[in-house]
């Protein structure tokens, strides 16, 4: 069974960079064909696709976040991480991470339980 | 960009009744339509993928169809642990997403 865990501060102060990371258990980075991302929700609205990577290579920022997104992996502890860099109010949301297939097959089948992150001073 | 604009934004639904939940395409993207379930304070959870499959350990209450661009997840006898919101995703194109707006099933 597949597992994904986010952790990080829950405060983000304005301006600042929102660093997010996402424990996985149950698959490997080395040798899963599966892609890693981040889906964020506002409160009260929907789903919003941040970004995915494959294999350390970034496959998908979102254009919307105007390139203040950092994803990366670490293979020798199974984890991967968001970096959003220059936050206001408009991120405040609960991220998840996931975990979906390649082009074609990319719906999600895992995801995480989600983290609120509030940006506020 | 595909848009997908999910009808009604709320359905009102008695429990035992039928509930029939749409999601356009504002373009083709064959079958590839997924549908998950949100209830408050949980993760999405996958119910449907490739339009009518459905996700291991969903009820069979479940189903998913397709006509053209036009994708109905239908809900044959709601129980109580099924009102909950509900989003599709289209995945032919890349990148994924996006969502729709979803649907709320409410308790009539």
């Known amino acids: 069974q597949v597992h994904l865990q986010e952790s990080g501060p829950g405060l983000v102060k304005p301006s600042e960079t929102l660093s997010l990371t996402c424990n996985v258990s149950?698959?490997?980075?080395?040798?899963?064909?599966?892609?890693w991302g981040w889906i964020r929700q506002p409160p009260g609205k929907g789903l919003e696709w941040i970004g995915s990577i494959y294999n350390s290579e970034i496959t998908y920022d979102n254009p919307s976040l105007k390139s203040r997104v950092t994803l990366s992996v670490d293979t020798s502890t199974n984890q991967f991480s968001l970096k959003l860099k220059s936050v206001t109010a408009a991120d405040t949301a609960v991220y998840y991470c996931v975990r979906h297939g390649a082009r074609g097959y990319s719906y999600v089948d895992y995801w995480g339980q989600g983290t609120l992150v509030t940006v506020s001073s | 960009e595909i848009i997908m604009t999910q009808s009604p934004a709320t359905l009102s639904v008695s429990a035992g009744e039928r509930a029939t939940l749409s999601c356009r395409a504002s373009q083709s993207v064959s079958r590839n339509v997924a549908w998950y379930q949100q209830k408050p304070g949980q993760a999405p959870r996958l119910l449907i993928y490739g339009a009518s499959t459905r996700a291991t350990g969903i009820p069979a209450r479940f189903s998913g169809s397709v006509s053209g661009t036009d994708f109905t997840l239908t809900i044959s006898s709601l129980q109580s642990e099924d009102f909950a919101i509900y989003y599709c995703?289209?995945?032919?194109?890349?990148?994924?997403?996006?969502f729709g707006q979803g649907t709320k099933v409410e308790i009539k």
């Open positions: 995703q289209q995945y032919n194109n890349w990148p994924p997403g996006p």
């Open positions: 149950g698959d490997s980075f080395r040798t899963s064909p599966y892609f």
